[in-house]
């Protein structure tokens, strides 16, 4: 069975999901959960 297209909307929000290898934490320590936000928060 093929994948659907996704469909992008300019100007609309897209939900993003990040997750580790079999759902293990992404991240150990805050410092980088909050360096990994903050490079987020600069390129949207």
């Known amino acids: 069975m093929m ?3 996704r ?3 300019p ?3 897209h939900h993003i999901v990040q997750r ?3 759902r ?3 991240f150990v320590k805050r410092r980088d ?3 990994y936000l ?3 928060l600069e390129i949207a």
Do not use: A, D, R, Y
């Open 3 to 5: 994948k659907q297209t």
């Open 7 to 9: 469909v992008i909307v």
């Open 11 to 13: 100007g609309l929000p």
């Open 20 to 22: 580790g290898h079999k």
């Open 24 to 26: 293990q934490p992404v």
């Open 33 to 35: 959960f909050e360096h």
């Open 38 to 40: 903050n490079c987020k």
